[in-house]
Structure formats: C-alpha cells, structure tokens
C-alpha cells in the first residue's frame, strides 16, 4: 500500500499504543498487505506495521546499534555480505549511503521475506545489491528449513539439524563459494537464529583470505548449546582467520547479543 493511505497508517503505526491498536494493524495489513514506507534508517521498506517489524521502520534499541557500527565503517570495506539477510534493510543502508559503490550479496532462505527483498530493492532504485534465494552453512546441500506462519514471528524462522523437521526444503551454499570474488575488505553480518557457528565454518577460506575486514554476528546462548557450540567456538574459529573480538552489544530482551569481530588490515598488524 502506498500514497496517503500508506502514509497515514505509517503515522499511525507511530503514534502511541492503545487498547486495540495491534488489532486495528493487523487488520489493516491483511485487507492491503504491507506498507511500503520511508524508514528512520534510510531505506524505503515494505513493511508491516504491528510489532514484529516495528524494529525495521523506527529507530529502536534493536537495530540503532547495528546500523550505527555499519555506517561508521564504510569507508573501511567494499563488500558487504548480508547472510540473513531479511527483507534488506542493512544491504540496502550499504547501497544508499556508500551512493552504491560498497556490493552488497544478500541471503534470505525464507520465500516470503525474499519476495519482499526484491521489491525493497526495486522501490529504492539500487543495483549494487545481489540477491540469493537460499541458506549459507556447511553445504552445498539442501536443508530443512523452518518458516514462521506469518510476518509477525520472523525471528523464528531457521534451518534445522535433520531435513524432515523443516516444513520446506531449502538451497544451503558455504561462504567459501565467495572466495574467487578476489574481496579484500568485507563486511559479514550473520543472523542465522542460530546457525552462526555452521555458517563460520563453511567460510573460513574466505574469511582467512580477506585483508581486513568486519563479523558482526548474532549469538543467542541457548540456540548455541542446542547446536553444540558456545562462544568460544566461535572466537577460536574467527582467530585462526584472523579476527578479534572486538565489541559485544547485549539485546533490550537479555536473549541474545550482537558481537562484532575486526580483521586488521596486514599492513597494520605488521610490526
């Protein structure tokens, strides 16, 4: 939805809860689908309203942080690689405000949010961003992978461990499959609910042959013991291919944090 309807919920979406409000957007939502609005980070998104996606228009506790640590650091890397990408809110703030010289390749396993990527990078006007249809782990296989209803429980949505537990089946390429892009800075963000470790794993070709370079990562504790890992898994992993942990940002909810690692340039890190 769009034009003065479009703006008029998106003021609406912003106003102050009350009583009914989240049913009046849902409502709203499924008479006209989502809300292609101007978001406080730049992009112009389709989006809807109610609470699961608030996160991606306004300004929040959530993503400031992220969007914050990527736009200081544009000038230090020119590929950004979006694994999870969502609906392209990141990728698409690296097209805007590097005016598209940083390429963005944006993964999304899920069809529905995929759908949606497409169109936010249609309504932004960008050509620097290349979308991927599928999951990145320790392939290349096909996975099980587990959708969430509707767009209000995205968060959920994961590959799992065996393919019959998914209800659809889904691409799963490595990381190291960017290796021959010849990149020497580059900027990972990975939010795999979960699948970080496999998704390190199946890049450390690519990630040792980078110059410099940024993981800012997602780490949720109990998603990382149901998969065998802990932290210190991955700060070995990222070590042997030469990042530091460099800044850990706790989530409002207490459930998880985003961690950024830092590769120094080898020119630096010389003595």
Do not use: W
């Amino acid at each position: 939805m769009t034009g003065l309807p479009g703006r008029l919920l998106y003021r609406y979406g912003r106003a102050p809860y009350h009583k009914g409000k989240r049913h009046l957007l849902t409502y709203f939502h499924r008479l006209f689908g989502p809300v292609l609005v101007k978001s406080d980070y730049g992009p112009v998104l389709a989006c809807f309203l109610t609470d699961a996606e608030q996160s991606l228009i306004y300004e929040n506790p959530y993503n400031t942080p992220i969007h914050r640590i990527i736009v200081e650091r544009l000038d230090e890397f020119d590929l950004f690689v979006d694994i999870g990408a969502h609906i392209g809110l990141f990728s698409l703030v690296c097209a805007l405000e590097s005016g598209g010289r940083i390429r963005s390749i944006a993964f999304e396993p899920s069809p529905r949010e995929y759908r949606r990527l497409l169109t936010n990078i249609a309504a932004n006007g960008v050509s620097s961003i290349s979308p991927i249809h599928c999951a990145l782990g320790d392939g290349p296989r096909f996975a099980g992978f587990q959708i969430a209803e509707d767009h209000q429980n995205t968060g959920t949505n994961h590959v799992v461990a065996a393919q019959s537990d998914g209800n659809l089946d889904v691409l799963l390429l490595e990381l190291d499959m960017l290796a021959g892009l010849g990149a020497e800075r580059a900027f990972v963000k990975i939010d795999t609910e979960g699948y970080e470790f496999s998704v390190l794993r199946g890049g450390t070709g690519f990630l040792g042959g980078l110059d410099s370079g940024f993981v800012l990562l997602e780490y949720t504790p109990q998603s990382a013991a149901r998969l065998g890992y802990g932290l210190d898994d991955i700060v070995d992993l990222l070590r042997d291919a030469g990042f530091g942990l460099s800044r850990r940002i706790p989530s409002p909810n207490g459930f998880q944090e985003d961690i950024l690692f830092v590769k120094p340039a080898r020119a630096a890190a010389s003595p």
